[in-house]
């Protein structure tokens, strides 16, 4: 541009500007205007970006050198100017000056504007002080300062994050009553506060009152209504908002589609979900990674595992290749239903499609093979895990060490708890349980009774699997005749 002859005017340098600044490219926007100046093409309207471009970098100082240039060429400061370096005060956490900064503007001008309110709300809601933005709201008010919407929006929406409800739908009336028309951004904080809150009748009568005051909903507004009836579990609500949606021309996201799709498999309706999942490729909404991941691990666990491997083949043909969370889902449906041949081909291929097993993946398989009592083959893949680096968690050891406890084996279920603390890892209810039971049933008394003398050294708190053992190693031990060991230890 600067190499035409003539040059753009300051007006087109200006939509090159701005463009590069809402790119968050503050240095480059910075050089621009240096080079410009270099070529004697300066004006208010540059310094101003100039301005900016330095409160956003955080470079206060060199923002005010900046106004001391602006003043030096005689360019009035003006409200955006001010509202810049108010705005810039905010960023570095100086609420205090930016306070001042305004009441220097009300005393001495230039007069704050509908946008110098806006910068003052969003810089005290952003720094977590919505009280102060709203005594500050009310004391304008009461000036009858210009406030618009978007001044209102930005204290609403922070106290709808805030969970204070009430309060924003009491400010909600407040800017009706001065005469300020609401838009869907102000709804859209309302009906999300509202259904943060639990409030979903609320907050539906909200949508039908928006739609009948003109204001048309977009698609944050359904999302958000979609989203909290899906986790209420009121699936069937959710598909008839989502139809409604589509009516009034708007379609739903990949977001959208995939909350009702997890809504619809809690509920068990893994029918209606494949349905959606077609409707939604029908559409052009391209599913993503977590579409596929509810579907795949919904029907795995209801042993519909054709119908998941059919889901993953359609993944592959969209052109989304399956995760470690596809897998996992797989092979963890697979083991459930006690098919662990197909389970080990499920591990094998997605090592061959480069996708590496994690601790989540071991730990389904090896309590697999250990319901299967095939401890055998857990050990191998411990032993496997071992070696690709992984390390086990208690959830591994106490699989390992209830599946050597279940075929007798209590030396190696020992060894593996030894192993266990010699990681640091806490011999958890789930572990332990396990393990005395494979004492009491081989009339291991005494090994018992040392184990629970270790516990209460340990402070360990037993649940009430342990208290049911406790109460079983008592009555062996009277049955045994060591009526002095059980007395000692009658307090469990």
């Given at each position: 541009?600067?190499?035409?002859?003539?040059?753009?005017?300051?007006?087109?340098?200006?939509?090159?500007?701005?463009?590069?600044?809402?790119?968050?490219?503050?240095?480059?926007?910075?050089?621009?205007?240096?080079?410009?100046?270099?070529?004697?093409?300066?004006?208010?309207?540059?310094?101003?970006?100039?301005?900016?471009?330095?409160?956003?970098?955080?470079?206060?100082?060199?923002?005010?050198?900046?106004?001391?240039?602006?003043?030096?060429?005689?360019?009035?400061?003006?409200?955006?100017?001010?509202?810049?370096?108010?705005?810039?005060?905010?960023?570095?956490?100086?609420?205090?000056?930016?306070?001042?900064?305004?009441?220097?503007?009300?005393?001495?001008?230039?007069?704050?504007?509908?946008?110098?309110?806006?910068?003052?709300?969003?810089?005290?809601?952003?720094?977590?002080?919505?009280?102060?933005?709203?005594?500050?709201?009310?004391?304008?008010?009461?000036?009858?300062?210009?406030?618009?919407?978007?001044?209102?929006?930005?204290?609403?929406?922070?106290?709808?994050?805030?969970?204070?409800?009430?309060?924003?739908?009491?400010?909600?009336?407040?800017?009706?009553?001065?005469?300020?028309?609401?838009?869907?951004?102000?709804?859209?904080?309302?009906?999300?506060?509202?259904?943060?809150?639990?409030?979903?009748?609320?907050?539906?009568?909200?949508?039908?009152?928006?739609?009948?005051?003109?204001?048309?909903?977009?698609?944050?507004?359904?999302?958000?209504?979609?989203?909290?009836?899906?986790?209420?579990?009121?699936?069937?609500?959710?598909?008839?908002?989502?139809?409604?949606?589509?009516?009034?021309?708007?379609?739903?996201?990949?977001?959208?589609?995939?909350?009702?799709?997890?809504?619809?498999?809690?509920?068990?309706?893994?029918?209606?979900?494949?349905?959606?999942?077609?409707?939604?490729?029908?559409?052009?909404?391209?599913?993503?990674?977590?579409?596929?991941?509810?579907l795949v691990d919904a029907h795995c666990?209801?042993?519909?595992?054709?119908?998941?491997?059919?889901?993953?083949?359609?993944?592959?043909?969209?052109?989304?290749?399956?995760?470690?969370?596809?897998?996992?889902?797989?092979?963890?449906?697979?083991?459930?239903?006690?098919?662990?041949?197909?389970?080990?081909?499920?591990?094998?291929?997605?090592?061959?499609?480069?996708?590496?097993?994690?601790?989540?993946?071991?730990?389904?398989l090896i309590n697999g093979y250990c319901?299967?009592?095939?401890?055998?083959?857990?050990?191998?893949?411990?032993?496997?895990?071992?070696?690709?680096?992984?390390?086990?968690?208690?959830?591994?050891?106490?699989?390992?060490?209830?599946?050597?406890?279940?075929?007798?084996?209590?030396?190696?279920?020992?060894?593996?708890?030894?192993?266990?603390?010699?990681?640091?890892?806490?011999?958890?209810?789930?572990?332990?349980?396990?393990?005395?039971?494979?004492?009491?049933?081989?009339?291991?008394?005494?090994?018992?009774?040392?184990?629970?003398?270790?516990?209460?050294?340990?402070?360990?708190?037993?649940?009430?699997?342990?208290?049911?053992?406790?109460?079983?190693?008592?009555?062996?031990?009277?049955?045994?005749?060591?009526?002095?060991?059980?007395?000692?230890?009658?307090?469990?």
């Amino acid at each position: 541009m600067i190499k035409t002859n003539p040059l753009p005017s300051p007006r087109d340098f200006s939509l090159l500007l701005g463009a590069i600044v809402r790119m968050k490219h503050y240095s480059t926007a910075i050089r621009l205007i240096e080079q410009l100046r270099s070529l004697g093409i300066e004006d208010n309207h540059f310094l101003t970006i100039s301005l900016n471009c330095f409160c956003r970098l955080r470079r206060f100082d060199l923002g005010l050198s900046i106004l001391g240039r602006i003043l030096k060429l005689g360019f009035p400061i003006n409200a955006v100017t001010s509202g810049t370096l108010i705005d810039g005060l905010f960023i570095q956490g100086k609420t205090d000056q930016a306070l001042r900064f305004l009441d220097d503007m009300v005393r001495n001008g230039p007069e704050p504007n509908e946008n110098t309110y806006a910068i003052i709300a969003k810089g005290l809601c952003r720094a977590g002080n919505t009280r102060l933005a709203i005594e500050l709201l009310r004391d304008w008010e009461e000036r009858s300062c210009r406030l618009n919407a978007f001044t209102y929006n930005i204290v609403i929406d922070s106290l709808c994050k805030e969970g204070l409800i009430t309060e924003a739908l009491r400010l909600h009336e407040g800017m009706r009553r001065k005469g300020v028309k609401r838009d869907v951004v102000t709804c859209n904080s309302l009906i999300h506060g509202l259904c943060n809150e639990g409030l979903m009748g609320d907050a539906l009568a909200l949508l039908e009152e928006m739609i009948g005051g003109g204001v048309q909903p977009d698609i944050f507004t359904y999302s958000s209504l979609v989203h909290y009836l899906c986790n209420l579990g009121q699936w069937k609500e959710a598909t008839i908002l989502l139809e409604k949606m589509m009516k009034a021309g708007i379609e739903p996201d990949v977001v959208t589609y995939t909350s009702v799709i997890q809504g619809v498999c809690n509920s068990g309706q893994l029918k209606e979900a494949r349905r959606l999942l077609n409707h939604m490729v029908e559409s052009r909404v391209m599913p993503n990674v977590q579409t596929f991941t509810i579907l795949v691990d919904a029907h795995c666990k209801e042993g519909m595992l054709v119908e998941a491997e059919a889901i993953v083949e359609q993944m592959i043909q969209l052109g989304e290749m399956p995760d470690i969370f596809i897998y996992n889902a797989l092979i963890n449906g697979y083991c459930l239903q006690n098919r662990m041949n197909d389970a080990m081909e499920f591990l094998n291929l997605m090592i061959e499609r480069g996708c590496s097993p994690d601790v989540v993946c071991y730990n389904t398989l090896i309590n697999g093979y250990c319901k299967a009592k095939r401890v055998v083959k857990s050990t191998m893949l411990f032993r496997e895990m071992l070696r690709r680096g992984l390390i086990p968690d208690v959830i591994t050891y106490g699989t390992l060490v209830n599946g050597f406890c279940q075929v007798g084996n209590l030396q190696a279920a020992e060894e593996l708890i030894n192993e266990m603390q010699s990681r640091n890892l806490s011999l958890n209810h789930y572990t332990l349980s396990s393990f005395l039971d494979g004492l009491c049933k081989t009339q291991q008394i005494d090994k018992a009774m040392m184990l629970f003398q270790k516990m209460e050294g340990s402070k360990f708190v037993p649940n009430i699997g342990c208290n049911l053992m406790c109460g079983r190693i008592i009555l062996l031990c009277m049955d045994c005749a060591k009526e002095d060991a059980w007395r000692k230890h009658i307090s469990w």
